[in-house]
C-alpha cells in the first residue's frame, strides 16, 4: 500500500490534529503518499482530497480542533454515499484511509470496511464512549476546561451560599461528568449510568447546606434522563426545602474548543501514529485504541457492537467523598 488518506469526523475534539500529524508523517516515514480529507464523510462524497506531506503538518500539534475540518454527514449512512466515497477514493488511487473520531464515526469506518476498504480507526471523541479505548482523544484536555468551569463557580457559589448545576457534555455517556464531579469535589453527579431522582439531588444540597457548606455542586451529564431542565423544574417547585438558592451554567461548546493538553498531544500522536502502521502493514478493518496503557487493535465490528460500561465503583466512590 503506497497512497493513504486520513479524515476527521463528528464532534472534534483537542487532539485530532495530533493525531493527523502522526499519521502522515508516520506513513511518510515508512515510504507512503498522503492525502487529507476535508470535512469528514462529507468531503469524501464530494471529493475533497488534498495532499498532506510532513511541513503541511508543521505547527498543529498545539492546536485544538482539526486542520482537515469535521462534519456530521446523513448522505454517508445511505448505500449511495458509500459508493460515492469509494469511488472518490478509487479515482485519487487510494489504497486506505485512516478514519479520526468517536461512535458514529467507527460505524461508517466499519462499513468501509465491510465493502473491502481498508480503513483503520482512531479513537476520538471528548465522550469517551468507545468500545476498544480505555480513553480516547480530546477527553483530558475537555475535562480540564469542565475544572476550570467547576473551580469558578465555586468561588461565586460560596461568595453567595448558592447551589449550582452544572451541564456536562457526553451526548448518552456520563464519563465525563462523572470524573469532573469526583475530579471537582462535587455534591451530587447525576448520570445516565446510574440515575438518581430528582428527590435524592435536593437531599444532597439541603444535607450540603445543613453540614454548613457555603456552596454545592451539582454535576449534571447532558445525556442524563432528569438533566438540567427536568431538575430545574422539580427545583422551582421545592424551592424551600433546598436551602440554598440555585443557579445553572451549561458549558457546552465551551469543552470542546481547548488547546491540547499533553497527555492528549501524546496520546493522538501514539494511537496516530499505530494506525498508519497498521493500515501499511496490512491489519484494517480494526480500530487503535489504548487499553491499560497499551496501543490496542479492536476489530471494527466489535467496537461497533459492544458498549462501553462505566465502572460503578468510580459512582460509589464520588459518594463517599461527598462528606
Ligand atoms: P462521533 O463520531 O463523534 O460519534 P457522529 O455520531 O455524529 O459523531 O458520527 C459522525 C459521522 O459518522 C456521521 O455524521 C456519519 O457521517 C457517520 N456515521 C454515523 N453513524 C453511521 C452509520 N450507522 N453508518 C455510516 N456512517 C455513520
Ligand atoms: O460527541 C461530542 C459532542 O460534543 C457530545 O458531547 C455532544 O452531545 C455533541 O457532540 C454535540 O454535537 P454538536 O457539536 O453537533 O452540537
Redesign the pocket.
Known sequence: MKRIAVLT???DAPGMNAAIRAVTRTAISMGAEVFGVQL??QGLIDGIIIPLGARDVAGIIQRGGTMLGS????E??TAQG?REAIRNLHQHGIEGIVVI????????AN?LAKQGFPVVGVAS?I?NDLYGSDITIGVDTALNIVLEAIDRLKVTASSHQRAFMIEVMGRNCGYLALMAGIAGGAETIVIPEYEVEPEYVAKDIARAYEKGKQHAIIIVAEGAKNNTQVLETYFAEHKEELGFSIRTTILGHVQRGGTPSASDRILASRLGSEAAKALLGGNHGVLIGMIKNELVSTPLEVVVEEKKELDRSWFEMAEMLDR
Not at 71 to 74: E, G, K, M, V, Y
Not at 101 to 108: E, I, R
Open positions: 469526523s463528528g464532534g469528514g464523510y462534519a456530521r454527514c446523513d454517508f449512512k458509500q473520531g468517536g461512535n458514529g464515526s467507527q460505524t461508517g462499513a471523541t465522550d
